[in-house]
């Protein structure tokens, strides 16, 4: 059986503590390094819904957003 262990770590120095491959001690393994683009933080710039949170309640989720009259289609 083939085990694969993938981690993301921000290198600081040239020594890795990589308690996780203890499962592969004895064993030939094939070690791999990519860089990776870095991580975006949660801004409000960069935030993926930047509206969470905004709306406080919802009286009427399913109504019409304006009323019947306001409507000059229907006349």
Known sequence: MKTTVRLRRRVNS???????LEQ???????????E???AVTDSPATDRFPLR???????DPDGPAVPE?????LT
């Open 69 to 73: 009259e306001d409507w000059e289609a």
């Open 24 to 34: 592969f001690i004895g064993k030939e393994v094939e070690i791999v390094v990519t």
């Open 36 to 38: 990776v683009a870095p």
């Open 14 to 20: 040239a020594h890795l503590d990589v308690p996780e």
């Open 53 to 59: 949170g905004t709306v406080l309640r919802f009286d």
